[in-house]
Structure formats: C-alpha cells, structure tokens
C-alpha cells in the first residue's frame, strides 16, 4: 500500500535538481534501523541519521562514515558482495535546500525496488510499492538550509506482491532511478496529458493541484498556432476532447513528427514535445494511421549491457533502441516491467512503436484483493506517466498466467483501469503457451476476449517440439484478433560455435529463428512479433556453468554488447518484411 505519494506526470519537463549521486548506504539485513528488537516501530532507527557528537554517546550506527552507493543504481552489480542480497538498504543523502513563496517542493523518486519508504528529518513521510514505477512525496513547508533524506529500501520478494517470488529476471535491489527535487507553482499541473484518439480526435486531461485549482483555466498549444482552453471541475481535474487541427503533420513509426506543446494554468506552464498518431485494429491487423502496420518487433530488458546492471537514463535508453532499429524493428516490447521513461521519448524521438508491461507475472496472488490494489496503482503510475507518448500503442497487463476465473478477474480489472484511463490505445498481455507434442495450436484463453490484440509467448524449437519440424506448425485463435508473438526464441552463448543441433550454440539459436520466421506463414492472423530478446539478462534462474553463469543467453546481442549470428538471421527478415 502507497502511503504519503502523490502522482506526479511530465517531471521530466519540470525545473528539477538532480539528487543523483553518492548517497551514503548501511546494509541492514534485520531491519534493526527502523524494527525495536522486540518488535515495533524503533524510534531511534536509523531513519533519524544521528550520529556520536561526543564518545560518550549511545550512537551505533553513522552514515557519515558509512560506504556509499551511487543513485541511480542497483546495489546488486555495485558491490559483489550484494549480489544475492535480499532485504533492506538505508540510503541517506544531506542536501541544502530553500524554498520560494509560492512555490511547493516534491521529491520525485524514478523507481526503487522494491518498497521505498521516505523520511525527511527524521520525519516518516511515504511508503511505496512497486520497484519500477515513479512516485512523489510533497516536501513543501518542510524545507529550510540542510537536510536528512534518507529512504530505507527493500527488495525482499512477497507472494503478495506484484511482481511474486519467482521472475526470470535479477531481484535488483536499490534506488534504481533517477532522483529529483521538484519545484513546482503553489497551483500546478500535477498532471496533463494529450493524445490523438482512433478517430483522429485529440484527446486528454489531467488535474491542477492547489489553492486555485477549482474552475481554473488550462490553455493548451499545440504548434504555434492551436490554442484550446478548458477549465478544471471543482477537484481540479479537466478533460479535453478537440478537432485536431488539419494542418497537424501525423507521427507514424519510422517519421517522427513530434510538436511542440504547452500546456498553461495560472502561474504554471509545461512545455513538451508530443506526436499524434492514430492506433486501432480492424480484424486482424493493427493499423497506424489507418495502414496496416506488421510489428517488427524485439523484446528489451531494462539491462545495460557493457556497463552490467539495470539500464536507467536517457544514453542506455539510446543504446537499447539504437540497437533495436540496427535490428530493422519498427517495435519495441519494454517487457516485464515499466521501463524509465527515457525509453518511451527516446522511442517517440525515434518513431519507434513501444509496448508497456506491468509486472504482473507468473505466480501472482490472483485471490488477494491487496495485490490487485498493488497492481491498479502501478497501472495508475504507468499510464499515467506515459500517455502522451506517440510510441506507445499497447498496455499490456500481464506475461504468462495461468488461466483461472480469479486469474482472468483479475486481469479483467486491470484492463477496465487502463482502459479507464486512456481509452486510445490497445490493450494486451502475453499469453501462455503450454508445450505440447501437436503440430496444430489453438489459442482459446478465456482473457483473449478481454483484450484488443492476442499476444502469445511460446518457444517452438527450444523449450519444446523438433527445430526440423517447427516450420509446419500451424496456428489459430478463438477471437479473430491481431496475434503477436510476444516470445520465441533460443539460447547461445555468444562465440560458442558447433553444429547446428548442439543447443547453445549460435548455429542452433539461427537455426531455431529459420524455422520460426517459416512457420509464422501458418499464422493467418498475425500482426507482428517481438522476439525473446535483444541482449541477454541476468538472472538467477539461469546456473548453467560455463554458458548461463546467471545469464538467460537468449540474446541477440552478448552481454558485451557483441552481436550473435541469429541478429542477421532476424535482420534480413525484417528488411524483407519492410519492403
Ligand atoms: C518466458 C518468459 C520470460 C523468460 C523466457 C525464457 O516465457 O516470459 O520472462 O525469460 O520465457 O527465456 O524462458
């Protein structure tokens, strides 16, 4: 449960300064800095970062001569002996700070894995869940000269939580995104966003926030020349529903015309740069500006190859996708959790299509009403956060859940929500293949009806079924909707060359990637694919010695960023596929 955040969209936009750097760490693995030894809240935890003045001094802990970590960043890959480390990490960082009449201040946390609480001199003042979306905590009337922020962070896994105990991925711990202070006008836009609707319609809305935020006027631009005004209901939030002016030049994958936007309220004013773009299916397809658009796909990891450990900020966001366009994608799965938001302006900058996660993966909780409201609020920060970006035209909900009523109720809530919130773009989750011995597929999962386009994870050729065989393998669905391969896909160790039936060899994930991109002639409905996956991950599901040692090796791309042969395979299929 979030206590004490706010939601904060077009931060990025925002009159920031950086908390980045540094930060002083105590490992603390009993949660003796915020647990009493018999339990309860512990009142001289280390949240209140007090330290010895004299020798004689109860004081047993100091972060001023403490080690350090550097934010943003897992903790996982910056000191070896935190590897495997589950529980929590105390981050303290002083900073000078004033604040100016009529203005408030926030702290704006881009993501921490996985729960976050937050404490201004020794002040409690937010928790959070949910390691990879952003959160905000209002700082105003609080500030004056130097100050404690310290935020006690703990990735240990939860059944209840979203994600659960088991992902195919690291359990990074640490503030993994970039940290800012805030200053925003005492009225402000605490949210705005616009969009362009299927039919051609701009649509959007947001919340003003403030002593002046009722009936208010919000003035938005578009161009030079397009001013609208609305005005916000009596809780400060507005709705905008517009002709979009003729003259406005669409964005479209692979022409990315962005245009300048403000946005003005009172004293406030957002500028950003947005482009509008059409996104519907009819029938089988997908169509971008009413064209039919196949999805040349890749599925990405938030790893930062080269460097190692969680990608964040805007030069990783550039390597990934720059890679991803070196591969003749036209799409980009940000799979299996929200990315930084680096990645879906660099996509829009791009013209690259992007799909969003929620983590909701594997073995969640589908029963408990406190994992749902969990995964509502990540769905609030996501959408909210990334709904006026061009690139994004799918939410996807979910990957691989076993299909259940409580499973599919769930999933069902989830779909209302995003939908709910932006009712223009399609909706997804990628579905579960079991293996299977036939050659024929049917997808009939009940949650397929729920959604606007069929996505399917299945691993023909690695996990199950003949490489030899795969290429007449046939597929159809109960719902006569687009079809996206989300996943497929085989594992190489980069430079580890033999035949072409030795698994692990790059000749055998070629030759896997052959006999898919054959069969996907057998998929009427397709629409797209977004193979598994551009570099390869670490995680700690994968032990084989001597080619896993903790990575899933499903890369096209080596963890030193060297590309395997199957990225040419892939390539030249996807330049013949554009023509
Ligand atoms: C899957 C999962 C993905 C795994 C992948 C694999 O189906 O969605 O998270 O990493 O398979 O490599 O097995």
């Not at 970006?389 to 909900?397: K, Q």
């Not at 995680?539 to 010695?545: A, G, K």
């Amino acid at each position: 449960m979030n206590t004490g955040t706010v939601l904060l969209t077009n931060v990025l936009r925002r009159r920031r300064r950086s908390l980045d750097g540094a930060w002083r760490v105590i490992v603390d693995p009993y949660e003796t800095g915020y647990v009493g030894i018999m339990g309860g809240r512990n009142d001289r935890g280390y949240f209140r970062d007090w330290s010895a003045r004299s020798p004689s001094d109860r004081i047993e802990y100091d972060f001023d001569t403490s080690p350090t970590l550097e934010v943003p960043g897992d903790w996982t890959t910056q000191r070896d002996e935190l590897r495997y480390y589950e529980g929590t990490v105390w981050y303290r960082r002083r900073f000078s700070a004033d604040e100016r009449a009529g203005h408030r201040m926030f702290l704006h946390v881009g993501a921490a894995n996985h729960r976050c609480r937050v404490f201004l001199d020794g002040d409690e003042l937010a928790t959070h869940e949910g390691g990879f979306s952003p959160f905000a905590v209002e700082l105003t009337g609080r500030l004056g000269g130097e100050h404690s922020l310290v935020c006690q962070v703990d990735n240990r896994r939860r059944p209840d939580a979203v994600p659960a105990m088991r992902t195919d991925w690291w359990n990074d711990g640490g503030i993994t995104r970039s940290v800012d202070l805030v200053e925003v006008p005492e009225t402000f836009l605490a949210d705005a966003w616009v969009t362009m609707a299927p039919d051609g319609r701009l649509v959007g809305g947001g919340r003003l926030d403030g002593p002046d935020a009722a009936g208010a006027a919000v003035d938005l631009t578009i161009g030079s020349a397009t001013t609208s005004t609305v005005r916000s209901g009596s809780d400060g939030s507005f709705e905008l529903d517009l002709d979009a002016p003729t003259e406005l030049e669409r964005w479209a994958p692979g022409r990315p015309v962005l245009h300048d936007v403000t946005w003005m309220a009172g004293d406030d004013a957002i500028a950003d740069e947005v482009g509008f773009r059409t996104v519907r299916t009819d029938g089988n397809r997908i169509l971008v500006n009413d064209e039919p658009t196949f999805l040349r796909g890749i599925s990405i990891h938030a790893e930062a190859p080269i460097r190692g450990g969680r990608a964040h900020g805007l030069a990783e966001a550039r390597q990934l996708l720059g890679w991803a366009e070196d591969l003749g994608a036209n799409f980009v799965r940000l799979a299996h959790y929200q990315h930084d938001e680096h990645m879906v302006r660099e996509a829009d900058r791009r013209g690259l299509l992007a799909w969003c996660e929620l983590p909701v993966y594997w073995g969640i909780d589908f029963g408990s009403a406190s994992t749902l409201a969990d995964a509502l609020d990540q769905a609030d920060e996501l959408v909210a956060r990334d709904r006026s970006r061009a690139s994004v035209i799918l939410w996807s909900v979910a990957n691989e859940t076993p299909p259940s009523e409580e499973r599919t109720a769930f999933l069902g809530s989830l779909v209302d929500r995003v939908r709910s919130l932006d009712p223009t773009r399609l909706t997804t989750a990628a579905l579960f293949t079991m293996p299977t011995t036939e050659r024929t597929h049917h997808v009939d999962d009940p949650f397929g009806e729920l959604v606007d386009v069929v996505a399917v994870n299945q691993y023909l050729g690695w996990y199950y079924a003949e490489v030899d065989d795969v290429a007449g393998h046939e597929w159809t669905t109960a719902f006569g909707k687009p079809v996206i391969f989300s996943e497929l896909g085989a594992g190489a160790r980069q430079g580890h060359h033999g035949p072409a039936d030795h698994r692990w060899t790059e000749e055998f994930q070629v030759a896997v990637y052959e006999a898919q991109l054959a069969m996907l002639d057998h998929v009427p409905d397709l629409a797209g694919l977004s193979p598994w996956i551009l570099t390869d991950f670490r995680t700690p599901l994968r032990v084989l010695p001597g080619i896993q040692d903790g990575w899933n090796r499903k890369g096209l791309i080596s963890d030193r960023g060297i590309r395997k042969a199957a990225f040419e395979t892939l390539r030249r299929y996807y330049a013949e596929r554009s023509r």
